[in-house]
């Protein structure tokens, strides 16, 4: 585990609000020479705590306006069966994210598609067709209030 400095936090901050920043520009925001600057980043990314550099997309500009969070219990936890759920989810491009949560379900999937006939394809080639899968059930995402995740450094 690393120990993140001032420094280190004021570049994160930085970083997770424009990742395209030059170095030297970077550096002026966090008051930091362009070479200190250069090497910090470098060592965050070695240690892991940049683990990568994305582009975000926007779900509506990307004509995905079907959003549900579906919180799947599995009927067998044998160690064969979380590792094939695993695999399957992850292959699937609806889920964009999924949880393994404590409680009255084993996973939490946040899935994103076209419309309602796209996630019903899902739902009848995914979930369905699945005998692992004890009980599933969908919210239906209304609204978005928060959907960047970036850490409170």
């Excluded at 690393?2 to 997770?16: G, S």
């Amino acid at each position: 585990m690393v120990q993140l400095t001032n420094q280190d936090r004021a570049l994160l901050r930085v970083l997770q609000e424009d990742c395209r920043i030059t170095n030297q520009d970077l550096a002026e925001r966090t008051g930091m020479s362009t070479s200190v600057c250069w090497r910090r980043v470098r060592a965050l990314e070695e240690a892991g705590v940049i683990s990568s550099y994305v582009a975000l997309a926007d779900p509506d500009a990307a004509d995905l306006k079907f959003r549900a969070i579906v919180q799947v219990s599995l009927a067998r936890t044998d160690t064969d069966t979380v590792r094939a759920f695993i695999d399957e989810v992850g292959q699937r491009p609806e889920v964009l994210q999924c949880f393994a949560v404590a409680g009255t379900s084993d996973y939490h999937l946040l899935v994103m598609c076209r419309d309602l006939e796209e996630y019903n394809r899902f739902y009848d080639e995914f979930l369905f067709e699945r005998s692992c899968f004890g009980q599933v059930s969908m919210h239906l995402i209304t609204r978005t209030i928060k959907s960047v995740v970036k850490l409170p450094v």
